[in-house]
């Protein structure tokens, strides 16, 4: 019947004002319809709202299921927009999982912006000079990234197909020496080897050309100069000492005295005393420089880019010992060392 209907029906008999009108009350009826979308996309909920909502978008959630919990909680006026915006903007596949801050004085436009950019709640992680593996797993633990167990397995996992930098490092020794001291963003619930990954980036980056060269044409290591400068953070602070210091260190190693250092005591048996006991100096352990010789089996600590630069440019002088009380006392003998363990140490 509808055929027949509209066959019978002649159209010739629309006027053009009658097309006018029809042609208005349609522009009208699609501009009421993308106003509402309009809306319902760029409007908040509440523009004048104080409220902000942790809100935490669940791992394996896809449009449907985040849009309906935003409509719950009264971020968004309606889930159907939402999936409507997300689908038709192509996006829908892009929503990251996370914890944001939502409000909703925030458009849907502004929601599925931060949420596409992963725009998640960050904590500054800051890993300081001269940690070694063990503060550093402490720290990270203490803030929900890596349980002690996981960052223990992690750097002593072989990253060297990753990092070039970390080829001509031992397999038997961990990542101690390369998680970079800095400040880092972590986001909440990141994996505990996503940070690892970002420090050895980061120590990608401050390992510059430049210092690689230098490393090449003094004939040495990487590895070699990442273990001296490890050693030097322990020892003292300013770049004028680490350099006398790095200089003092690479002196006993071409004159094959060992270093006889405190700070690679303290490493093995983890305390911090400034001056160690006798019988820990005897302890049985590649890293102890009083009973081997040579650099210690790996880095003690992960040291800053000061040690490093130190490590590649000692200073020359005449002095073979040294002590710290604050300042850094130097001496060319052992005879000029112990008077001056006797009158600053003692």
Known sequence: MKRNWLRNKDFSKITPRMFRKIT???????????SFVFFEIYVPINPISHETITYTATKGWGDDEIAKDLEKMGIIRSNYFFRFYVIFSLQHSR??????NLSPRMSTYQIVKKMVQGDVLKNNL???????VRDTSKYLESKGICSGEEFTRLINKDYSNEFDFLKDKPKDVSLEGYLFPDTYEAS???????????MLTNFEKKLTPALRDQIRKQNKSIFDIVTMASMIEKEVKSLEDKKIVSGILWKRLKIGMPLQLDATINYITDKSHPSVAIKDTKIDSPYNTYKYYGLPKGPISNPGISS???ALNPTETPYLFYLSDGVTHYSKTLEEHNAARAKYLE
């Open 24 to 34: 208005i009350v349609i522009g009208f009826l699609l501009f009421l319809a993308l």
């Open 95 to 100: 929503l990251q999982a996370g914890k944001y």
């Open 126 to 132: 800051t890993i300081l000079e001269g940690w070694d």
């Open 188 to 198: 909440e619930g990141q994996a505990c080897e996503d940070t690892i990954i970002t």
């Open 308 to 310: 490093i630069i130190a």
